[in-house]
């Protein structure tokens, strides 16, 4: 009788031990992560996004909704499981086009983030986009090419200049 209640208490504790492990411990946030490894700039479907339980302070900053995300793509591959934030997206502006440019200052590469906020000017100090949001930043040594996304008229105007020879950007 007492190896019975022995063997039936033990059992209560295992699973109890094993609820506490599964269920959380305090409040948790949804965050939208990848759901397999995803390419860089490729409108994003339901399918390509999971949402996953994080406890708030594992929640990144800027965390996006399935609603934003999907129908946009990313600046830049991102993993199974990597959380996607609104500086991880292209923009949603769907009048907007992306362009690559060479900086005629390769040094203002290390000064740019995705999401960072520029104007594109050419030689003679004219402004070919005004307020365009950098996309990517690729390269070093003398070869960095940044993209930016602009109107679709500013787009083709930095793409026609940029052939000609490299750009400035200027912070905002």
């Given amino acids: 009788m ?8 033990a059992l209560l504790l295992a699973l109890a031990a094993a609820l506490l492990t599964v269920l959380p411990d305090g409040p948790v ?19 390509d996004v999971r949402e996953v339980a994080m406890p708030p302070p594992l929640a990144p ?54 999401g960072s906020r520029v104007d594109v000017v050419a030689t003679g100090a004219h402004v070919l986009a005004a307020n365009a949001s950098v996309v990517a930043v690729h390269g070093g040594k003398g070869e960095e090419v940044v993209v930016v996304s602009a109107t679709r008229p500013a787009a083709r105007r930095v793409a026609a200049e940029s052939l000609a020879g490299p750009v400035a950007l200027v912070l905002r």
């Fill in 29 to 47: 946030v949804d965050v939208l992560v990848a759901a397999r490894d995803l390419p860089p700039d490729v409108a994003l479907t339901a399918a």
């Fill in 2 to 9: 007492i190896l019975h209640l022995r063997r039936l208490l």
């Fill in 61 to 114: 900053s800027g965390a996006v909704s399935r609603d934003e995300a999907v129908g946009r793509g990313l600046t830049a591959a991102a993993r199974a499981g990597e959380p996607l934030t609104d500086a991880r997206l292209t923009p949603a502006d769907p009048d907007a086009s992306s362009v690559a440019v060479r900086l005629a200052d390769g040094g203002v590469a290390g000064l740019l983030r995705p």
